[in-house]
T-cell receptor, first 115, second 114 residues
């Protein structure tokens, strides 16, 4: 069974600094997709970034970027120039291509941004 | 606005009293799914549907039922709720065709079973 592990239950960062959230996953599949979702206090699940496993280039979305290490099965999220609005629970998620489209989530990392 | 709408957003009920959480999407998505979120466990899939009249169990289906009679609606039914079903529930939908298709989530339904 596929598993997603987020080893940092909580992280904190100073405003304007950079923080990296870790995620590892376990799979024997070759066709899969990785996601980071953000859940602010409103509880809404918001997609932050997406990575296709077949792409070697790391995905970026403005201040958010990933370090995708396929051989190591690692998918970390880097947030640059952290802002107060980045404070949230962050979930790493995995989805197998051509499957039941289920997202398998990690347990989450709670990010605090200090002013 | 493209969205997934869940109701109710908050509900407190008692053990054994049947309840339904509705989910509706306006994006013509084939795929719909229910997740529950519990502290320290992340989100876990309850049921999913690939299209009308096609549903299947996820990882934690016990105590839940679903139906998909219309493409836009995917209600979650708790026939006899128990306290261990106290949780935050999310409905989500997406197009089929690629695992890259993004799941759009509803705003969540906080359920408390006393």
């Amino acid at each position: 069974a596929q598993t997603v592990t987020q080893s940092q239950p909580e992280m904190s960062v100073q405003e304007a600094e950079t923080v990296t959230l870790s995620c590892t996953y376990d799979t024997s599949e070759s066709d899969y997709y990785l996601f980071w979702y953000k859940q602010p206090p409103s509880r809404q699940m918001i997609l932050v970034i997406r990575q296709e496993a077949y792409k070697q280039q790391n995905a970026t979305e403005n201040r958010f970027s990933v370090n995708f290490q396929k051989a190591a099965k690692s998918f970390s999220l880097k947030i640059s120039d952290s802002q107060l609005g980045d404070a949230a629970m962050y979930f790493c998620a995995y989805r197998v291509g051509g499957s039941n489209y289920k997202l398998t989530f990690g347990k989450g990392t709670l990010l605090t941004v200090n002013p | 606005e493209a969205q997934v709408t869940q109701n109710p957003r908050y509900l407190i009920t008692v053990t054994g009293k049947k309840l339904t959480v509705t989910c509706s999407q306006n994006m013509n998505h084939e795929y719909m799914s229910w997740y529950r979120q519990d502290p320290g466990l992340g989100l876990r899939q309850i049921y999913y549907s690939m299209n009308v009249e096609v549903t299947d169990k996820g990882d934690v289906p016990e105590g839940y039922k679903v139906s998909r009679k219309e493409k836009r609606n995917f209600p979650l039914i708790l026939e006899s709720p128990s306290p261990n079903q106290t949780s935050l529930y999310f409905c989500a939908s997406s197009l089929l065709g690629s695992g890259a298709n993004v799941l759009t989530f509803g705003a969540g339904s906080r359920l408390t079973v006393l």
